[in-house]
């Protein structure tokens, strides 16, 4: 069987499908060209790049599998591929952990400044070294400060581990009945039950002093102008999870009216073309959707995809 890793898959995912008697292409066919070329693959794995709509599935009837490297699903109509018989599969749990640690990537960059100080340094430091240094003069500390994490899923749970690791408060909130703890590996493989508290979205947005989503984008954004004028003055969020998941209007004009210190965000409406009013902002941190990007996570989405493949055509 041929299958087409079309946003690429690693080594070690590719070895394993080699090595169970697939071929595998990763040369990548712009989507524009899919529904020409894809017909002669019996599988395609993709990330947030590539969309399997339906005018492509039609067009595939030979088609046995579709794989999501990640999480999200929302590039691939899942319930229509599945209907003519399509095995759709992704990997949740492999990515979760990197995706965590960029929450606090942008959350200590945040605190700290350095989304903007990174800008400007390289302008100024020469001349305003001291002007600068008042300007990023009052930091703040994650330790002790209340975390909320708006969805509790795998990348939640990872989320909240290390904001429970760095001594934060963490209270979640999701339409599931959260654990009333969370193990927290620390150095040497010790591990330590600690408390997070499931409250209601309103109460989350009220008390956090930092929030980070991570929900799928469904009708409406969970933070839109509404869910803007419950935060504290002065919150942080960040986004790692959707496009449309906060509303960048309403965000814009809450850091413009200082309610919102800073935003990190991963993801955006227009991507791959995010509008230039959130790239230039002042007070955003900006990463191009690279929540999953280590050599870890990819190693561990690549062979976790792998064996689900094999599992599912090597029936």
Do not use: W
Not at 25 to 31: A, S
Not at 88 to 101: K, Q, R
Not at 139 to 161: D, H, P
Not at 218 to 224: A, E, L, N, Q, W
């Amino acid at each position: 069987m041929k299958i087409l890793a079309n946003d690429g898959i690693d080594p070690l995912g590719k070895s394993l499908l080699e090595k169970a008697g697939f071929t595998v292409d990763t040369e990548h066919i712009p989507q524009d060209q899919l529904a020409e070329k894809l017909p002669a693959y019996d599988a395609i794995t993709v990330r947030s790049a590539t969309k399997v709509r339906k005018e492509l599935i039609d067009g595939c009837p030979d088609l046995k599998l579709i794989g999501r490297g990640g999480v999200g699903m929302d590039n691939i109509d899942v319930a229509y591929a599945r209907s003519k018989g399509i095995a759709v599969v992704n990997t949740p749990a492999a990515s979760s952990l990197s995706v965590a640690e960029l929450v606090f990537a942008h959350l200590l960059s945040g605190v700290r400044f350095l989304y903007d100080s990174q800008r400007k340094m390289p302008v100024e430091g020469d001349t305003n070294f001291g002007g600068l240094k008042k300007a990023y003069a009052k930091g703040v500390e994650l330790r002790g400060k209340t975390l909320g994490i708006v969805g509790i899923g795998r990348i939640g749970r990872e989320t909240a581990k290390v904001g429970l690791g760095l001594g934060m408060d963490v209270i979640v909130s999701d339409l599931s009945e959260a654990p009333a703890s969370l193990p927290v590996t620390l150095s040497g493989g010790i591990t330590v039950d600690v408390p997070i508290k499931q409250v209601p979205l309103e109460e989350l947005l009220r008390n956090s002093d930092f929030i980070s989503l991570h929900v799928p984008f469904t009708d409406k954004p969970v933070i839109g102008a509404a869910e803007f004028e419950l935060l504290k003055p002065g919150v942080g969020l960040v986004n790692a999870a959707r496009g449309g998941v906060i509303d960048e209007e309403a965000l814009i004009a809450a850091l413009n009216a200082g309610k919102v210190a800073f935003a990190g965000l991963d993801v955006f409406d227009n991507e791959p073309t995010p509008r230039k009013e959130l790239l230039t902002h002042p007070k955003v941190s900006l990463t191009p959707h690279i929540g999953a990007a280590t050599g870890e996570a990819q190693e561990r989405i690549g062979e976790e995809l792998a064996n689900l493949i094999i599992a599912q055509l090597t029936k």
